[in-house]
């Protein structure tokens, strides 16, 4: 049997809907041949039997199905299949996201250049809709994060010390990966590419990450609506982050609140960075910001 040059990973939540159309393009669109590992872990999945035979009936031993001991979370989930991964280079996939071009060779030539421990592709929701394939850090000035947004989207510019690639399909050097732990378990979901990017960089400080926009992917979260529970789970995890790295989680979500009136105010502005199909209801997204402030900020008593 050759030996492994890449690691599919993919995690697995009550995905049957995704799963074998996922797996279908990933086959189609195989361009290293055998040289490609396929695990999927499932996070204890109602439907779990019937999705792993059927993943056997149609491919046979050439993709990997394992069933967590616990839904512990997308990180650790991927966790999971990291640490089962015998290649050196590990590509993480949402089970929504479907390849529609050859991209496996292209990521692997990028990461031979032994600085480069990260890279991406470009992102769409369908084929006549570009998503966001990358943002600027959370850190940055709320003006100055606003205006790399647009114009690192309107320009197809990425600059890799200030913006982190999206999570849903990346490649990352499994060494590096390692080095750092993988992907921090507290965080169940949400911001945990972030939070990948900023511990890279800074355990890697001469590391590059590239991004590949003659590499395009479908992701189909475009008609996904706002959740007031999710935008606060998004703003408890990316909270926690700050937090750990050093920085004041009311300085954090107090930045949060500004960009959201300014990013999110302008309507036509707000859909081209963020590419929303329907505006971002701010009243509703302010009121979490202001929840988690009130409860960040210590007790006068």
Same mark, same amino acid.
């Given at each position: 049997?050759?030996?492994?040059?890449?690691?599919?990973?993919? !995690?697995? $939540?009550?995905?049957?809907?995704?799963?074998? &159309?996922? =797996?279908?393009?990933? %086959?189609?669109?195989?361009?290293?041949?055998?040289?490609?590992?396929?695990?999927?872990?499932?996070?204890?999945?109602?439907?779990?039997?019937?999705? +792993?035979?059927?993943?056997?009936?149609?491919?046979? &031993?050439?993709?990997?199905?394992?069933? @967590?001991?616990?839904?512990? *979370?997308?990180?650790? *989930? @991927?966790?999971?299949?990291?640490?089962?991964?015998?290649?050196?280079?590990?590509?993480?996939?949402?089970?929504?996201?479907?390849?529609?071009?050859?991209?496996?060779?292209?990521?692997?030539?990028?990461?031979?250049?032994?600085?480069?421990?990260?890279?991406?592709?470009?992102?769409? %929701?369908?084929?006549?809709?570009?998503?966001?394939?990358? $943002?600027? !850090?959370?850190?940055?000035?709320?003006?100055?994060?606003?205006?790399?947004?647009?114009?690192?989207?309107?320009?197809?510019? /990425?600059? $890799?010390?200030?913006?982190?690639?999206?999570?849903?399909?990346?490649? !990352? +050097?499994?060494?590096?990966?390692? /080095?750092? *732990?993988?992907?921090?378990?507290?965080? /169940?979901?949400?911001?945990?590419?972030?939070?990948?990017?900023?511990?890279?960089?800074?355990?890697?400080?001469?590391?590059?990450?590239?991004?590949?926009?003659?590499?395009?992917?479908?992701?189909?979260?475009?008609?996904? &609506?706002?959740?007031? @529970?999710?935008?606060?789970?998004? =703003?408890?995890?990316?909270?926690? !982050?700050?937090?750990?790295?050093?920085?004041?989680?009311?300085?954090? =979500?107090?930045?949060?609140?500004?960009?959201?009136?300014?990013?999110?105010?302008?309507?036509?502005?707000?859909?081209?960075?963020?590419?929303?199909?329907? +505006?971002?209801?701010?009243?509703?997204?302010?009121?979490?910001?202001?929840?988690?402030?009130?409860?960040?900020?210590?007790?006068?008593?």
């Amino acid at each position: 049997m050759p030996q492994k040059k890449l690691s599919l990973i993919i !995690v697995t $939540y009550n995905s049957e809907k995704d799963i074998y &159309d996922c =797996l279908s393009s990933v %086959f189609q669109y195989n361009d290293i041949g055998e040289a490609l590992e396929i695990i999927i872990v499932d996070n204890c999945s109602r439907a779990y039997d019937p999705m +792993r035979q059927k993943i056997q009936q149609l491919y046979g &031993d050439k993709v990997t199905v394992v069933s @967590n001991t616990k839904n512990g *979370g997308y990180g650790q *989930g @991927n966790n999971v299949g990291i640490q089962m991964a015998t290649a050196s280079i590990i590509a993480i996939m949402n089970p929504d996201v479907r390849l529609i071009m050859p991209i496996f060779k292209k990521a692997l030539e990028t990461l031979e250049d032994k600085d480069t421990i990260m890279c991406g592709g470009k992102q769409f %929701f369908s084929p006549e809709s570009k998503a966001h394939s990358y $943002y600027a !850090v959370y850190t940055l000035p709320t003006f100055t994060r606003f205006l790399l947004n647009y114009v690192g989207i309107k320009r197809d510019l /990425f600059f $890799y010390r200030y913006m982190w690639l999206q999570g849903a399909f990346f490649f !990352v +050097r499994k060494k590096e990966l390692d /080095f750092i *732990g993988g992907f921090d378990e507290r965080i /169940f979901m949400y911001g945990e590419e972030y939070d990948v990017h900023e511990r890279l960089l800074r355990a890697f400080p001469k590391a590059k990450m590239n991004y590949l926009k003659e590499c395009k992917y479908l992701h189909l979260a475009g008609e996904r &609506d706002f959740s007031p @529970n999710g935008y606060e789970k998004l =703003l408890r995890s990316l909270t926690y !982050v700050m937090q750990k790295n050093g920085y004041s989680a009311i300085r954090f =979500l107090e930045r949060e609140k500004r960009y959201t009136k300014i990013a999110y105010g302008i309507t036509n502005i707000a859909n081209f960075i963020h590419h929303r199909s329907k +505006r971002l209801p701010i009243d509703a997204a302010l009121c979490i910001a202001d929840k988690l402030i009130n409860e960040y900020t210590p007790s006068k008593h």
